[in-house]
């Protein structure tokens, strides 16, 4: 291989205009052969620092037997190590601009240390034979637009767990043991994706990974990087799309990280006004620099092109958006124009997905935006940002707050139901029921519910038949599809026992059924951008707390009818009014799916202020899902 991964002058002016996409091919850690010797060729960027070594285990921590040389203005170093090996441990000994000593890891590594261990672990990330080229083919014609999205949100160490003993405190599975359990659970349900949170290496356990130490390296935990892409090579081949929670906002202070890194602010803004989070205690990134642009763009790359993953979900994009988030008077900087929006935060995100989407044709990008902010996934070309789907925490908020309520003070919050069709297209959203809302005394889904136990099963079925009725891809958190009673913590494995009880079986049974009608018609998902593709058969009837809607399919055949009743008074006579004079099949009511269906023919009977109707007997929290 000769030279060939030196930090050349071309990869200094592309890493200096913030447009070097392969940059973690050449700063960080790759083995190579040298002058005929086999090591490792070591990269990083500390443009102020006085002096750079790397130590390690292949040359015993030793700071003044590695040191590294200065390429160009630009401040990266280099050097190779002749006899370093895979697998060994490393870190950069860092002379700062003002003196400090500081140990920094790799920002740039593909591994790292188990914690609570910090250091960089030397990998190659050339050698794994990919298998999944059939779904890799099928990818760059996927149209998130049209296509079905339902999205099982895991966290893989509190998934399951191996039982706890003196040698494996922790009882993780490792990404080798998770695929095959994940995928068989997931295709048995009936998800089309996975969304896996805390994959990046991270220091602390309680941060669920949004606290990121280690962007390009999958976290030790489970495993290797080899090991993290064969789990995402075995859900491929289970026709599994993979989505990964990616975290641009901030990054924490921990001494072997980001901040601070060569003494002085390299990753983040030196202004604490505009480099810190005050509720977070975390740094924000600097994203007018193209050093760093370039550091979290080839990062999203990395995934994407790298590692096969299918899209990110971004978190905390308000944060970022928004110069005085979280922030009082006096601890923020207004943008030039004298406002609140970060205009470099803005560029970044066009920059972002206009790349990762279209050098990725049918691969996602998705924001966790939580206000109005407009044009979100409006293209970039036209002002937007650029990302292919939004997650609707308006549309969350309301609908948790109406499925709290007791049943009698439904009929004052009917609107809470409504309103999200106000706006429903103004992005393309994703509805979400995300690990967010079953933690911090939030409580589970199904402890959400009201009334006694078996009231708040029922509430929750009929909850989630609106939810897969409603336009919008579909994202639920593990555990609650199965009525998982107590909050999730990530130091313990989901409740799997519960599933010896009928009531959770039944449930988790309900789910599946309401996931494979949702792949099964094309009115539930292909025209979820479509205003003409829904239509309010009755929006108004509060008194009864009823709602029913319609769902249209793009070429119009094999439309929806959804009835949900959310009071448990039973409706023998209930009349629903409907488009036309046809038959109407119930494929599936809150007992589940009905094999054969039973038809209802029409008549011409007014009925909702509509011409024709057909009766149908409604039970106490009942749903119909009729095809026609």
């Keep these: ?295 979290l763009i080839a990062n999203a790359l990395y995934w994407v092109e790298e590692c096969h993953v299918d899209g990110l979900r971004v978190d905390a994009v308000a944060s970022m958006l928004y110069l005085d988030y979280g922030k009082k008077d006096g601890e923020w900087v207004a943008n030039k124009y004298g406002g609140n929006k970060n205009l470099e935060a803005i560029e970044f995100f066009k920059h972002l997905n206009t790349v990762v989407l279209g050098r990725n044709h049918g691969t996602v990008m998705i924001a966790e935006e939580s206000t109005a902010w407009p044009m979100v996934t409006g293209k970039a070309e036209d002002d937007g940002l650029g990302f292919s789907l939004k997650w609707n925490m308006g549309w969350m908020n309301d609908f948790l707050e109406y499925m709290k309520l007791d049943p009698y003070f439904r009929k004052f919050n009917h609107n809470k139901m409504t309103f999200s069709m106000t706006y429903a297209y103004s992005e393309k959203y994703v509805l979400v029921l995300s690990h967010d809302e079953v933690v911090h005394l939030k409580c589970s889904m199904l402890e959400k519910m009201p009334g006694e136990l078996d009231d708040k099963f029922k509430n929750l079925k009929a909850g989630y038949t609106f939810m897969f009725g409603h336009p919008g891809k579909k994202l639920l958190f593990m555990g609650q599809d199965f009525g998982q009673l107590r909050e999730w913590s990530e130091a313990r494995e989901l409740d799997w026992y519960l599933l010896g009880e009928e009531n959770h079986q039944k449930l988790q049974q309900y789910v599946s059924d309401l996931l494979h009608i949702y792949r099964k018609y094309p009115a539930l998902y292909g025209a979820d951008n479509d205003p003409s593709a829904f239509e309010w058969i009755n929006a108004n009837d509060g008194d009864r707390s009823i709602f029913s809607f319609v769902r249209k399919s793009p070429t119009r055949r094999n439309n929806i009818l959804v009835v949900c009743n959310f009071t448990p008074v039973a409706r023998p006579d209930y009349r629903v009014g409907v488009p036309k004079k046809k038959q109407y099949k119930l494929i599936m009511n809150e007992q589940g799916l009905l094999p054969k269906g039973k038809a209802f023919k029409a008549e011409k009977k007014n009925c909702d202020n509509r011409e024709f109707s057909f009766a149908y007997p409604l039970e106490a929290y009942g749903v119909g899902v009729f095809t026609y």
Excluded: C
């Excluded at 188990?114 to 779904?135: C, E, F, L, Q």
């Design 1 to 295: 291989m000769g030279k060939k991964l030196q930090f050349t002058e071309l990869d200094q002016y592309l890493f200096g205009q913030g447009t070097h996409y392969d940059i973690y091919r050449k700063l960080g850690a790759h083995p190579d052969t040298q002058n005929r010797k086999k090591g490792v060729y070591f990269a990083v960027w500390a443009p102020n620092a006085q002096a750079v070594s790397v130590v390690g285990e292949f040359n015993e921590w030793d700071t003044e037997k590695n040191p590294m040389k200065k390429v160009g203005p630009i401040g990266v170093y280099e050097t190779f190590v002749p006899g370093a090996k895979i697998g060994q441990l490393y870190k950069f000994y860092i002379t700062g601009a003002h003196g400090e000593e500081l140990y920094k890891a790799d920002p740039y590594a593909n591994a790292a240390e188990m914690r609570p261990g910090t250091a960089s672990r030397v990998t190659d990330i050339t050698n794994y034979k990919w298998k999944d080229d059939t779904w890799m083919k099928n990818r760059e014609a996927f149209d998130p637009d049209t296509s079905a999205m339902s999205i099982y949100e895991v966290h893989p160490g509190s998934w399951m767990k191996h039982p706890q003993t003196a040698e494996d405190e922790d009882g993780f599975y490792s990404y080798r043991e998770l695929a095959p359990k994940l995928a068989g659970y997931v295709k048995k349900m009936g998800y089309t994706h996975v969304e896996f949170m805390g994959i990046a290496e991270h220091p602390f356990d309680g941060s669920w990974g949004y606290q990121v130490t280690g962007y390009y390296a999958p976290t030790s935990r489970y495993g290797t990087p080899q090991d993290f892409k064969y789990m995402v090579d075995y859900l491929h081949r289970q026709k599994i799309g993979i989505i990964l929670d990616w975290v641009p906002a901030h990054f924490p202070k921990d001494a072997h990280g980001l901040a601070n890194f060569d003494g002085t602010a390299v990753y983040e803004h030196a202004d604490p006004r505009q480099g810190e989070h005050p509720d977070w205690g975390t740094k924000i990134y600097n994203y007018g620099r193209p050093e760093v642009k370039n550091f």
